[in-house]
């Protein structure tokens, strides 16, 4: 029977290192049941997080051969075999254990986002054209993988400045709502620091819904931002009025 050899991340807050570990290949095998057949017959104190192992839960996120991907979503014959299998926790996130980070952080960011909150007398009539442009965005499983990949917080750590590209994602949604009556500007400006994305679009390249982070969310995001603080015809007739 052919084998692989993976070579997983071990340790914790203190330390660790990759150890390698021979896996036998099974035809349709996907990452995710590469290392479930590690933890089932030589590590079974291997940590590591999944829920749905359908691409949905967004929970087995890892660094697979140095690139942020959903394990359940990998398919092993995808993947080099010749050479070992490398598989890494996410590197924005502080480390719990072995393939485990803790990512709450990010729920500390979603409390800062204004909700949902209709226009005084709105009519709940939506164009087909304004559903499907929101509706991209709550296709988000909350993997986190484009959190991981951004260098803003993988490279700079920049948690207290920096909301990230899912939640980008999430005010997107929000603001392009045709009956929302709020204005998330300033806290995408202040709070968010939307400003320090410079559209590299590495989010957008490892989503696994493949939702169109850069152009469809966060572009349209600074454009807002821009408008509201920074066009020189809205700065004067704000002098002009005294606000």
């Known amino acids: 029977?052919?084998?692989?050899?993976?070579?997983?991340?071990?340790?914790?807050?203190?330390?660790?290192?990759?150890?390698?570990?021979?896996?036998?290949?099974?035809?349709?095998m996907v990452v995710l049941?590469?290392?479930?057949?590690?933890?089932?017959?030589?590590?079974p104190d291997l940590a590591v997080r999944w829920n749905c192992k359908a691409g949905?839960?967004?929970?087995?996120?890892?660094?697979?051969?140095?690139?942020p991907r959903l394990m359940c979503k990998t398919r092993m014959d995808s993947l080099p075999l010749h050479k070992p299998v490398t598989i890494f926790p996410m590197k924005a996130f502080p480390l719990i254990k072995?393939?485990?980070?803790?990512?709450?952080?990010?729920?500390?960011?979603?409390?800062?986002?204004?909700?949902?909150?209709?226009?005084p007398g709105v009519v709940w009539k939506m164009d087909q054209r304004d559903v499907d442009r929101v509706q991209e965005f709550r296709k988000c499983i909350e993997c986190f993988l484009c959190q991981d990949v951004c260098?803003?917080?993988?490279?700079?750590?920049?948690?207290?400045?920096?909301?990230?590209?899912?939640?980008?994602?999430?005010?997107?949604?929000?603001?392009m709502h045709p009956q929302d009556g709020v204005s998330r500007a300033r806290v995408l400006k202040e709070q968010l620091g939307i400003g320090l994305c410079n559209i590299t679009k590495c989010c957008t390249e490892v989503c696994p819904e493949e939702i169109h982070i850069t152009d469809n969310a966060i572009?349209?995001?600074k454009e807002r931002v821009v408008d509201e603080f920074y066009d020189p015809l809205l700065m004067l007739v704000r002098k002009i009025r005294g606000a």
């Open 98 to 119: 072995d393939l485990v980070t803790d990512v709450s952080w990010n729920y500390e960011v979603n409390r800062k986002i204004p909700p949902f909150q209709p226009r």
């Open 56 to 67: 949905k839960c967004g929970s087995c996120s890892a660094e697979v051969n140095g690139r």
């Open 219 to 221: 572009i349209p995001l």
């Open 151 to 175: 260098h803003v917080l993988r490279d700079h750590g920049m948690r207290e400045q920096f909301g990230g590209p899912r939640f980008f994602v999430r005010v997107a949604g929000l603001e």
């Open 33 to 43: 049941d590469a290392v479930h057949s590690v933890q089932a017959h030589q590590a």
């Open 1 to 28: 029977m052919a084998e692989a050899t993976l070579r997983v991340f071990r340790g914790d807050q203190k330390g660790g290192e990759a150890a390698d570990y021979q896996v036998p290949l099974v035809p349709g």
